[in-house]
T-cell receptor
Framework: DQQVKQNSPSLSVQEGRISILNCDYT??????FLWYKKYPAEGPTFLIS?????DKNEDGRFTVFLNKSAKHLSLHIVPSQPGDSAVYFC????????????FGTGTRLTIIP | KAGVTQTPRYLIKTRGQQVTLSCSPI?????VSWYQQTPGQGLQFLFE???????NKGNFPGRFSGRQFSNSRSEMNVSTLELGDSALYLC????????????FGQGTRLTVV
């Protein structure tokens, strides 16, 4: 049962435009969400996170939006740069207890120069 | 501060053999988690260790096992290797009890032939 879903396996965006990556979850107990970025032959690196008490968190070019009622979160990258080309994973967990991170299947983002 | 170190980086084994992978977490981190990444499946959680105790376990067969030492270093073992075990195995460490904002190693690419 895939509790965290990224329904778009790939996405291509023109350089300078906005990239929007989407993620849906089914477990209503999740209250902490993260985005990771992964380059080939490297481990994922933490990008940005959001707690369920907020609906938006911003860090430079990266903004994560959380819609709890729809169980949906999205990552916006503005403006998109060639170095943003990577696989992006969303992850979710419960902030109380010793809960593991549950990852989505990833979206490969390609920025077209 | 040194990051998460995984050894070896690449490994080729034949079916039926066993393999041991090693992970050295960031200094001071007590939680170590292991993930399997295969194309289209995202990061599948294997298990998590905290203070030498397995705290969480994913849905993998008993052929997959692990342990953590007093210095927080961790090993995972796969016995009776199958072709389907070919994957990138990632280790992540985190400081707090809960597995958020985990820091990943570069992974061990295991190929079973």
């Amino acid at each position: 049962d895939q509790q965290v879903k990224q329904n778009s396996p790939s996405l291509s965006v023109q350089e300078g435009r906005i990239s929007i990556l989407n993620c849906d979850y089914t477990n209503s107990m999740f209250d902490y969400f993260l985005w990771y970025k992964k380059y080939p032959a490297e481990g994922p690196t933490f990008l940005i996170s959001i707690s369920s008490i907020k609906d938006k968190n911003e860090d430079g070019r990266f903004t994560v939006f959380l819609n709890k009622s729809a169980k949906h979160l999205s990552l916006h990258i503005v403006p998109s740069q060639p170095g943003d080309s990577a696989v992006y994973f969303c992850a979710a967990s419960r902030s109380f207890g010793n809960e593991k991170l549950t990852f989505g299947t990833g979206t490969r983002l390609t920025i077209i120069p | 501060k040194a990051g998460v170190t995984q050894t070896p980086r690449y490994l080729i084994k034949t079916r039926g053999q066993q393999v041991t992978l090693s992970c050295s977490p960031i200094s001071g981190h007590r939680s170590v988690s292991w993930y399997q990444q295969t194309p289209g499946q995202g990061l599948q959680f294997l298990f998590e260790y905290f203070s030498e105790t397995q705290r969480n376990k994913g849905n993998f067969p008993g052929r997959f096992s692990g342990r953590q030492f007093s210095n927080s270093r961790s090993e995972m073992n796969v016995s009776t290797l199958e072709l389907g075990d070919s994957a990138l195995y990632l280790c992540a460490s985190s400081f707090f009890d809960r597995n958020t904002e985990a820091f990943f190693g570069q992974g061990t690419r295991l190929t079973v032939v």
